[in-house]
């Protein structure tokens, strides 16, 4: 059924109701509906694999952006203690790249399976309240457009299949966090542009009897392409390809093969042996066009996907929930003064990060399968001059770990509005991203200044007490507004260009977080 159609025939005549309904339960999918539920809203998590189904755990890498925002949530810490951190990389045996350089809290990449990512998520998804109901393939969904529903029965309808039947659950607002192969993208009929980029690339993981000096191998030679990279429990991630393949995604792929392709790469398999699993696949580069049809939105592998290159899928996908779940939470909550245009910011920031992301993981696959001994030199050459090239380092360093994403700035503010807000050191032995946890706005003031009437909202001051400067930043850590200085008033339409003022209680003032 298309977003179009009627309601399917045969589901039930008074369909339960949420807020908000997440269609998919990876990470990104865990991650909006924990923090939805945080917020407050009722919450539904549809998952078509039933609860015993392992997920094929293909992302690995977590970058420093990501770390930031799971510090923003209080998981980072804890994720950091199952994986293995890579705090440099030698690409092409060139000169070795520190990720030291990254100016965060995490500067390093963490490699851990994404069950781990997923176990941590979901645990805190549940914490909060949300509900997650495996075992439900949905079907497709309409939506009513109308700016106002009949009441109790939400404007979104979505229809899915478990194996006592179909039903449905109406919802206010919708997102499809499916996968590359979306039912939701296909049920707003929109389309998925893009190419095939490698056609036949081998996934395992696997235990080394000789494992490779430097943490993180990689190479490429005229004919093949090979990457190990280590877990820390004694399971390496191998990722490889041979120009030659003819393989299609799907056919089955063996250790044998993995072998082959990695000694032709690396020089050596490094004695690769009891894959736990391994996999073929296809990797292409897709972007939907928009991020937002009506009430419905896309995130994650729905809406974009691009070579594993770089380890930026997930993050991407988890970047995409910490930018729309506070927003669907102050629309819903009436809490923004322009509900629309908040909702609409979504598609406006998240879909240029998606296109570069494409570009710089398409770039980077390309540069690994360079042929011909012209291009493989430029390539290795490009490699060693990095290295020495401080600003260029840099640059590279902040792209892949998100760290430079920045949004435009909101109109009437400037720069440094929409760049991410640094984990700033505040008063009373607090940092941003711990202050960052309670959900809302963290407005940041020398002492003194008054508390402008918002909700939700945590009004910090500064470590430095010499410090004039005011700030206010977003709840997904990016600088909502900033200034050298500000009276009260000017706070007040600051953060209530942002914010409607908290609505007394009965009989008594508002009050602030």
């Known amino acids: 059924m298309t977003a179009a159609e009627a309601p399917a025939a045969g589901t039930p005549r008074d369909p339960e109701t949420a807020d908000v309904v997440v269609i998919g339960a990876g990470p990104t999918g865990l991650l909006l509906a924990g923090d939805l539920a945080a917020a407050g809203l009722h919450v539904i998590l549809l998952e078509r694999r039933a609860r015993t189904a392992a997920n094929l755990t293909r992302a690995f890498a977590v970058h420093a952006r990501t770390l930031e925002l799971l510090d923003a949530r209080g998981l980072a810490d804890e994720l950091v203690s199952t994986g293995r951190r890579i705090d440099r990389v030698r690409p ?3 000169i070795a790249l520190s ?5 965060s809290r995490y500067p390093f990449v963490l490699i851990t399976p994404q069950y781990e990512t997923e176990k941590l998520l979901e645990r805190r998804a549940l914490s909060t309240g949300a509900v997650i109901r495996y075992d439900r393939e949905v079907i497709g969904l309409h939506q009513d457009l109308r700016q106002h529903s009949e009441p109790g029965t939400g404007t ?8 006592d039947g179909i039903h449905r659950i109406h919802a206010r607002h919708a ?25 036949s690339m081998i996934l395992a993981d696997v235990r080394l009897t000789h494992p490779p000096e430097d943490l993180l191998a990689v190479n490429g030679t005229a004919d093949a392409f090979a990457f190990l990279v280590p877990f820390g429990d004694g399971w390496y991630r191998a990722i490889a390809w041979h120009r030659d393949s003819h393989a299609a995604e799907g056919d089955p792929a ?5 072998r082959a392709i990695a000694t032709t790469a690396l020089g050596t398999d490094h004695g690769m042996h009891d894959p736990r699993w391994i996999s073929r696949l296809r990797s292409d580069e897709r972007q939907v066009p928009s991020y937002r049809v009506g009430r419905v939105f896309l995130a994650g592998d729905a809406a974009h996907v691009h070579s594993p290159a770089g380890g930026l899928g997930m993050n991407t996908g988890l970047q995409d929930a910490a930018n729309l779940s506070w927003k669907l939470a102050a629309a819903l909550h009436g809490q923004s003064p322009d509900p629309e245009a908040l909702l609409d910011s979504y598609h406006r920031e998240r879909h240029p990060v998606g296109r570069l992301v494409l570009r710089t ?3 980077l696959v390309r540069v690994v399968m360079a042929a011909g001994p012209l291009r493989r030199a430029a390539r290795n050459l490009g490699a060693s001059l990095l290295g020495r090239i401080g600003p260029a380092q840099d640059r590279a360093l902040a792209t892949v770990s998100g760290l430079g994403i920045s ?13 991410r807000a640094p984990d700033i050191a505040l008063a009373g032995g607090q940092r941003l991203y711990e202050a960052l946890r309670a959900g809302g706005f963290v407005l940041i003031t020398p ?56 609505r007394p209680p009965p009989g008594g003032p508002a009050q602030n977080a």
């Open 407 to 419: 949004y435009p700035p909101p109109p009437g503010t400037r720069r440094p509005a929409g760049r």
């Open 156 to 163: 979104v309808a979505v229809d899915f299949r478990t194996p």
């Open 254 to 258: 063996d250790l044998e093969e993995l």
């Open 99 to 103: 990720l030291q350089r990254l100016r």
């Open 447 to 502: 002492p003194g200044a008054a508390t402008p009437p918002a909700a939700p909202l945590t009004h910090a001051h500064w470590r430095d007490g010499t410090r004039t400067a005011c700030a206010l930043v977003r709840p997904d850590g990016y600088l909502a507004w900033s200034a050298p200085t500000a009276t009260d008033a000017e706070l007040t339409a600051a953060v209530g260009a942002w914010l409607l003022p908290r």
């Open 92 to 94: 092409f045996g060139g």
């Open 361 to 363: 993981s398409g770039a």
């Open 175 to 199: 997102v499809g966090t499916d996968g590359v192969r979306s039912t939701v993208r296909q049920a707003l009929g929109l389309p998925f542009p893009g190419q095939a980029v490698i056609r």
